[in-house]
């Protein structure tokens, strides 16, 4: 029995040797120019760019086959930073792609809602709860300030506000 379990010791110990040796020497190097560029966008995957989330928008960047100026959540600032890492010029983030901020949260006004559920597929990241014919609202901690909820919204009881407010 003692044998059988010094054999046993002894193999875990090689393994675990052989598993720490395996990840010094194969690291998954994911410092690529699309890694870099993610890291500069907010990746709050709220698709306002016109890509379905950040990572398909820095796979376009890095392919040079979208502008750096898509980003409303990131604002001017991550406009910067992009144009600085892929060398090119920053531009104004374009009016029609909206103010979106990270600055700001969705409030639904409880007391117009008619529970139309028009918000809730427009939302990219699932902030708003509720069900068809009843009142809705934002879980805040979610909500990435993307205006996205705005314009399907027939009776204008969504309003974007301060986070802190």
Excluded: W
Aim: charged share 20%.
């Amino acid at each position: 029995m003692l044998i059988g379990v010094a054999v046993l010791s002894l193999i875990t110990i090689t393994l675990a040797l052989v598993l720490l040796l395996g990840e010094r020497c194969f690291v998954a190097n994911d410092d690529t120019a699309v890694a870099r560029v993610e890291q500069v966008l907010p990746r709050i995957q709220c698709g306002q760019c016109g890509y379905p989330g950040c990572r398909p928008y820095a796979e376009a960047l890095v392919r040079d086959a979208a502008p750096v100026n898509l980003c409303p959540p990131g604002g001017n600032e991550t406009v910067r930073q992009l144009a600085e890492l892929l060398g090119t010029d920053a531009r104004p983030i374009p009016s029609e792609l909206g103010q979106a901020s990270l600055d700001q949260v969705a409030r639904i006004d409880e007391s117009m809602c008619i529970g139309c559920n028009l918000c809730k597929p427009a939302c990219p990241v699932d902030a708003i709860l509720g069900i068809p014919h009843m009142m809705h609202t934002v879980v805040a901690d979610h909500c990435t300030g993307c205006e996205r909820c705005l314009p399907p919204c027939p009776v204008d009881c969504i309003d974007m506000v301060p986070r802190d407010a």
